[in-house]
């Protein structure tokens, strides 16, 4: 099996700044797309940022020039450094990893780690 474990989530007033960081464990050939989405009360759940192995980055229009993700491949982790938060960054934030399993090489699995808080204060 494969983990995703978040951490980073905290309560924060707006303008200030957060790194959200999430580490897949487990049995993993290769991490392909990793990923933030963030969920708000009464929202679905929406994409925030995405990043490919080979660094090529995507992101929600209401983050760009805010947020930065970043990965290292080796650790298979992944960031998501906030600036500039705002009251309506408010949500839960969760992690996510198109993986490769071991001894499974033809079939990709995402896999969603358990969420962090992040609270902005106005």
């Known amino acids: 099996q494969v983990q995703l474990v978040e951490s980073g989530g905290d309560l924060v007033q707006a303008g200030e700044s957060l790194t959200l960081s999430c580490e897949a464990s487990?049995?993993?050939?290769?991490?392909?797309?990793m990923g933030w989405y963030r969920q708000a009360p009464g929202k679905q759940r929406e994409l925030v940022a995405t990043?490919?192995?080979?660094?090529?980055?995507n992101y929600a229009d209401s983050v760009k020039g805010r947020f930065t993700i970043s990965r290292d491949n080796a650790k298979n982790t992944v960031s998501l450094q906030m600036n500039s938060l705002k009251p309506e960054d408010t949500a839960v934030y969760y992690c996510?990893?198109?993986?490769?399993?071991?001894?499974?090489?033809?079939?990709?699995?995402?896999?969603w780690g358990q969420g962090t808080q992040v609270t902005v204060s106005s």
């Open positions: 990043i490919t192995s080979g660094g090529s980055s």
């Open positions: 487990g049995n993993i050939f290769r991490v392909n797309t």
């Open positions: 996510n990893a198109a993986v490769i399993r071991l001894g499974l090489p033809n079939v990709e699995y995402r896999f």
